[in-house]
């Protein structure tokens, strides 16, 4: 029943919500893919600026890069000040994080060691909850392939790793109500194809079964230079969007 399904929430990117019926539902995993360099990181940084700006508050979880330089990074996103000329506009950056506040979500910045898994997400879960009194409308980790299962497996094990580590992580949204959004590297086969499809994963499928969104980046020089990147569905369970 239609009437029955969960509310969207818009990612404001026009295209991206017009295909998944409005956005973004609480309980769902989004993967983002792309080939090393191609713009996981800041697709996700956007993502969580765009739902912070609606009054949505966000936990981003950094298993590979400091929440210094994380939080430069979001700072560039919110001020349109490039981290390069910080020292000299810090004042105007912190004057405009400052208007952005008034209406805008909480933003979290957390960084966990490479190999964390979901229990010590939990974990901290527990604290931030303690904390604020709330819990994040969305949960972003960067990245997927960094996540390690709560049981010991095998390090030749990626396939099974990856599995139990996706599948414990999306248990967390469903306990905790929240979005979920992560990323995953690319194969080398990515490189030479034009055709995408979710075999093109970096560690196998396995990743791809559980999670509810698989969306590809494609991302060439000229587009770079041009800051406009194109995205592929490769999987969706709630909408048509897959192949668009």
């Known amino acids: 029943d239609m009437l029955q399904l969960p509310p969207r929430i818009p990612t404001l990117w026009a295209p991206f919500d017009d295909a998944l019926g409005g956005g973004l539902a609480r309980t769902e995993l989004l993967l983002v893919t792309a080939n090393s360099g191609g713009g996981k990181s800041i697709t996700l940084a956007n993502l969580a600026v765009n ?46 994080l400052a208007k952005i506040g008034k209406n ?79 990323a995953s590297q690319q194969n080398r086969a990515a490189l030479e194809t034009d055709n995408l499809n979710q075999g093109h994963i970096a560690g196998g499928i396995s990743k791809v079964n559980t999670v509810d969104i698989h969306a590809s980046i494609i991302l060439t020089p000229a587009m770079k230079a041009a800051g406009e990147m194109m995205i592929k569905f490769l999987k969706t369970r709630s909408s048509g969007a897959e192949g668009l």
């Not at 430069?72 to 405009?96: C, E, K, M």
């Not at 979290?108 to 901290?124: E, L, P």
């Not at 980790?141 to 709560?150: E, I, K, P, Q, R």
């Not at 010991?152 to 469903?174: G, H, M």
């Open 104 to 182: 805008a979500g909480q933003l979290v910045i957390k960084h966990m060691g490479s190999g964390t898994n979901s229990n010590a997400i939990r974990a901290y879960l527990k604290e931030y909850e303690l904390k604020y009194g709330k819990v994040p409308d969305l949960l972003v980790v960067d990245y997927l392939d960094l996540m390690g299962a709560n049981e010991k497996v095998s390090a030749d094990n990626i396939w099974e790793k990856d599995k139990r580590a996706t599948e414990q992580l999306r248990d967390i949204l469903f306990d905790y109500d929240m979005i979920g959004a992560t």
């Open 51 to 96: 739902m912070v700006n609606q009054g949505h508050d966000v936990l981003y979880i950094s298993l590979e890069l400091s929440e210094v330089m994380v939080s430069q990074r979001f700072d560039t996103l919110f001020s349109g000040i490039p981290t390069v000329n910080w020292r000299a506009h810090y004042q105007d950056i912190g004057s405009t």
